[in-house]
């Protein structure tokens, strides 16, 4: 028999994680005050048929109505068995319609026949018909004296109002973390299942607050085990979760580290994991750090304790201004999917402009960056490219920039906050747009910015909107420059970087360059 049956609670003792429910009932059946008419929702394994078989005892045991049926009595035995006459469990998705429903209505007229009541346990009720429901309410809404009802559901939002305003409504939680393992470690050493604790949070994990789906997966993992169950044991046994991509992408982005966080997803890729839950795990690291920053208390159901402390030192890493700003990239990432039908190059963009914030000139990046200057944290070195042997000095170059309060504008910088320019221009005038795209930010002369077209018509059309161009580019650099157009065939068509050096060493002095 599966581990999830051998060890499915027989009291309101031994139901796990939801001691609220557990409080409620017992103390309703000890002073007598028995509803006719129960809702137990929330998320599949979280107990909830468990605890209406639990209360089905109560109500019929042979000492009963009690909240601690002694599961020995000739009633307990036969509604553990399932052989008990007066205790029907329904299952509502293939007992749905109004046919199945008028027997029902039929039969709970009669009394029990051995028992105290009779009790109907309605699983999955949240898929009866419309029918069957209207059906239904009528028995609720007037049932005879010896009937209980105990509707269980995932989905109660689906149930109509005029049912679950008849029910006393209780509402069962996932099953924290740290609850669910100790539950495992229990029923691992009962059963002689050796496991370690990283495995034990791996499975919790990937159960997602359900421990029937836990217990599934402990006795799975054991039977593929050869040996005592690991965590790469558990790896192999249900694939790759994606959770330890994601941990290491929260460590890349906190390091600025742009091309570990490419070749880390790059290796998720080809493991096989699915990038859209991908970017759901990283929301949901990235969450558990914006929680440790402000009430680190909160993650004792959402993590294991050596998580949640893990959790609590890398948040210290980041301000809360830059955890809001990664939160929001990939939620935009994830929102922007089902458009683009690309989930990994937009968790490629998320990251790598999280990672890149110095050279992005977005406002939200632009108040990451304050919020770190406001707040005192260390930010992490960037990319160092390896010693290189000793060169002969070079003659500088005569300066061609201008300082402002951010460090020097150079014409790398022009460049690439050069869209931001394009975009509050064609704001105010659509009609510049044309031209804009075929201009290039070419170089910087004193106080002048350098503007390359390939013909004079569309510089005289850009000149006589310098004033226009020059507000925007003031408002964006926080530096005013002057624009001068030069004519110049072949000129590009778009404003950009050059491209990147193909000598590693080279390009991690350009990637330094870019970030500063």
């Known amino acids: 028999m599966s581990l999830y049956r051998d060890w499915r609670p027989k009291s309101f003792a031994e139901l796990v994680g939801q001691e609220a429910v557990v409080r409620t009932l017992s103390s309703a059946i000890a002073s007598g005050k028995l509803a006719h008419a ?4 929330g998320p599949r394994g979280s107990g ?23 599961n020995t009595c000739e009633n307990c035995r036969a509604i553990l068995t399932g ?4 205790v029907l469990e329904i299952d509502a998705a293939s007992n749905r319609g109004i046919d199945e429903i008028r027997a029902l209505r039929d039969a709970v007229k009669f009394a029990p026949s051995a028992m105290r009541m009779k009790v109907y346990i309605i699983d999955e009720a949240h898929m009866l018909t419309k029918e069957g429901a209207n059906a239904f309410l009528k028995t609720l809404e007037e049932p005879p004296p010896h009937a209980v009802f105990i509707l269980a559901t995932t989905e109660p939002e689906k149930l109509p109002l005029t049912i ?20 495992m470690r229990e029923i691992a050493a009962a059963e002689k299942i050796a496991i370690d604790d990283e495995a034990l949070s791996a499975i919790a994990y990937r159960a997602d607050g359900g421990l029937r789906d836990a217990l599934t997966m402990l006795e799975q993992a054991a039977a593929f085990a050869d040996g005592a169950v690991t ?6 046994a249900f694939g790759a979760s994606g959770r330890t991509y994601a941990r290491a992408l929260v460590d890349h982005a906190i390091a600025r580290d742009a091309s570990a966080t490419l070749k880390t997803i790059d290796e998720a890729s080809d493991a096989g994991t699915d990038m859209q839950v991908l970017i759901r795990g990283l929301i949901a690291e990235f969450r558990n750090l914006l929680v440790a920053r ?31 700003r990664a939160l929001r990239l990939l939620a935009e990432a994830l929102s922007t999917v089902r458009s683009s039908g690309n989930p990994r190059l937009e968790l490629e963009t998320a990251l790598l402009r999280f990672a890149l914030a110095a050279e992005d000139p977005t406002l939200d990046a632009i108040a990451a960056r304050v919020s770190v200057l406001e707040e005192g944290t260390p930010q992490r070195a960037v990319l160092q490219p390896k010693p290189a042997e000793p060169k002969a000095p070079e003659p500088k170059p005569p300066p061609a920039e201008k300082l402002n309060s951010n460090g020097p504008v ?9 869209q931001s320019i394009r975009t509050r221009v064609e704001g105010e005038r659509q009609s510049l747009r044309t031209q804009l795209s075929r201009a290039v930010p070419d170089a910087i002369e004193g106080s002048a910015l350098v503007i390359k077209l390939p013909n004079a018509i569309l510089a005289d059309t850009l000149k006589d909107n310098a004033k226009m161009i020059e507000d925007a580019i003031a408002e964006v650099l926080g530096t005013p ?36």
Request: charged share 25%; with cysteine; glycine share 2%.
């Open 231 to 236: 965590a790469a044991t558990v790896e192999l």
């Open 38 to 41: 129960y809702l137990f929702s």
């Open 83 to 86: 052989t008990a006459l007066d």
């Open 48 to 70: 909830k048929t468990s605890a209406a078989k639990i209360l089905a005892r109560c109500i019929d045991c042979v000492n009963g109505p009690t909240p601690t049926p002694d």
């Open 410 to 418: 150079t014409i790398q910088k022009v460049r690439s906050a050069w």
């Open 294 to 324: 402000i009430d680190p208390a909160l993650l004792a159901r959402d993590l294991a304790p050596d998580d949640a402390q893990a959790a609590v030192r890398r948040s210290k890493e980041l301000t809360q201004a830059q955890i809001v």
């Open 481 to 516: 420059l002057r624009v001068r157009f030069k004519v110049e065939a072949g000129c590009a068509k778009n404003a950009g970087p050059p491209p990147p050096p193909d000598d590693p060493d080279e390009l991690l002095s350009y990637i330094n360059e870019r970030i500063t």
């Open 164 to 183: 679950l305003s008849r029910c006393q409504r209780y509402a069962f939680r996932r099953i924290a973390i740290p609850v669910m393992i100790e539950r």
